[in-house]
């Protein structure tokens, strides 16, 4: 399949030509949530530039297999196997089943992903729903002699590892540096060096999820999942492995570690992974008291917020930035953006009005061409977006006889935009118009046409600027018949 798409790959640092391993076919692992609070903004970024790129492979030809996974086990508090376990601790405080936790927060997972109008993954595995898979792929990974047991535990054997393969290939950091800024945790003596991480934990006595194995009843460590899983629905080596930057350094290294000690091979082709978000230039944290959820963006029930912000804006915002860079949030970025998707959707709700003419100024055809390079330049949506406003005003100036466009450009423009507005960028329209709503228009513009033969001029301003006051927009085009936009 030809395809001119080329992708930043993490693990080599520069941009690659995209040829799938397998084309058409396309293998995509993207880390899901942990699912033991409500899904923060970073996490959100994520799924929603994931979600375009998903989008834009799909609309491109390839027949992509998305598979999503929801962590609900073995995740520890810290990254290197200290401190509780999420869920566990998570249910004492709501005095709940750990599992009531799991169930509670990925309805609220669903829910987000739904009002972001995310497309859903084609495979949505769960690391409890994997806990054999998880425990084979272990038992291999001793057999092949990178792994050890101690008393119940389970650890990769990193120093092991590094004399075959190259255990930072995917930060490029340095071996040393690493062991120099590993500080040494009590009680984990029984590890045999400093960087080895666990596969399989020892269940304590009052630890609720656990499962039987072969070195005794534990649970799985939280890098195991995802190798078990993309390797279970995608292979031993797929296509695109995605996910938030902060897991570059540790879980996706480890997962590339326990792959190759596995299976003898990199798990993916290429690497890819989103920025983070900051908050009028600061790192967002809960101890700063600059972090927010996404539900407080749309109920502007937060005292960093101005007001409200709908789904639909958030989105176009979040996608105003590329995916690999910083994504700084202020109510001055998210006013733009609330204003920058109304004016596309706007444009978008005039292309059914467009009367076509005997000639044409405009060249849907070249618009398209440039749609179509920035996407495939690393999936580069900012790009995207400022060529479709370039849309939106020619559209604008067609409406208002500026510009003239045969019927054939009126149908290339009606491709172009819901092609990347609607299918590749994925927003939609928030406030229906429904056919009694338009009656109701037709009415209240009757009556200010009306106003305005008798010259009752106060009158007919009257119901300009109420509307207009409501987000309602009136505009008299040449022709003097009077049109409505959502503003």
């Not at 792994?147 to 054997?157: H, L, P, R, T």
């Not at 998707?341 to 005997?358: H, V």
Request: negative net charge; glycine residues 8%.
């Amino acid at each position: 399949m030809d395809s001119n798409l080329v992708i930043y790959n993490t693990l080599t640092r520069i941009k690659e030509k995209f040829e799938p391993v397998n084309p058409p076919f396309v293998g995509l692992y993207v880390c899901g949530p942990t699912v033991y609070s409500d899904v923060h903004l970073g996490n959100c970024r994520t799924f929603v530039s994931f979600d375009l790129i998903y989008r834009y492979l799909l609309h491109s030809g390839y027949k992509v297999r998305y598979v999503r996974n929801i962590t609900d086990a073995g995740h520890l508090e810290g990254d290197m196997d200290e401190g509780d376990d999420k869920f566990a601790k998570k249910a004492k405080l709501e005095q709940l089943e750990p599992m009531e936790i799991v169930q509670k927060y990925t309805i609220g997972f669903h829910d987000m992903m739904r009002l972001f109008n995310a497309l859903p993954p084609d495979i949505e595995p769960t690391a409890t729903g994997h806990i054999i898979e998880q425990i084979e792929m272990v038992k291999q990974i001793i057999s092949n002699g990178y792994a050890y047991e101690v008393s119940g535990n389970v650890y990769f054997d990193v120093e092991k590892y590094c004399q075959e393969y190259n255990y930072t290939i995917l930060t490029n950091r340095q071996l040393d540096d690493l062991l120099e800024n590993t500080r040494e945790l009590g009680g984990q003596n029984e590890k045999r060096g400093r960087l080895d991480f666990a596969l399989w934990i020892r269940a304590k006595p009052e630890h609720i999820m656990r499962w039987p194995s072969p070195w005794g009843v534990g649970f799985p460590g939280w890098h195991i999942e995802c190798s078990a899983m993309s390797n279970k629905y995608l292979g031993d080596s797929f296509d695109i492995h995605g996910g938030g930057m902060d897991l570059a350094a540790t879980h996706h290294t480890n997962e590339i570690a326990q792959s190759q000690a596995c299976n003898h091979v990199q798990p993916a082709k290429y690497w890819m992974h989103t920025n983070m978000l900051t908050v009028n230039g600061a790192r967002m944290s809960k101890s700063k008291g600059n972090g927010f959820l996404p539900g407080e963006l749309f109920s502007g029930k937060h005292e960093l917020l101005s007001r409200s912000f709908s789904p639909m804006s958030v989105r176009f915002f979040m996608l105003q930035a590329h995916y690999r860079s910083t994504l700084d949030f202020s109510n001055e970025a998210l006013e733009a953006s609330d204003k920058g998707f109304k004016r596309l959707m706007n444009a978008f709700g005039l292309l059914d009005k467009l009367s076509p003419s005997s000639n044409s100024t405009i060249d849907p055809g070249s618009l398209s061409k440039r749609c179509y390079a920035a996407m495939d330049d690393d999936f580069n949506s900012p790009v995207l977006i400022a060529e479709l406003f370039e849309a939106a005003h020619l559209i604008n100036s067609v409406n208002d006889g500026k510009e003239s466009a045969t019927l054939s450009d009126i149908e290339g423009l009606k491709k172009l935009m819901n092609d990347f507005v609607i299918e590749v960028l994925g927003f939609k329209e928030e406030n229906y118009q429904t056919d009694d709503f338009s009656k109701i228009m037709d009415l209240i513009i009757g009556l200010r046409s009306e106003a305005k033969t008798n010259k009752d001029y106060n009158t007919s301003d009257k119901i300009r600027i109420g509307l207009n006051s409501l987000g309602i927009q009136l505009k008299d085009n040449k022709d003097n018949v009077t049109i409505w936009n959502k503003v």
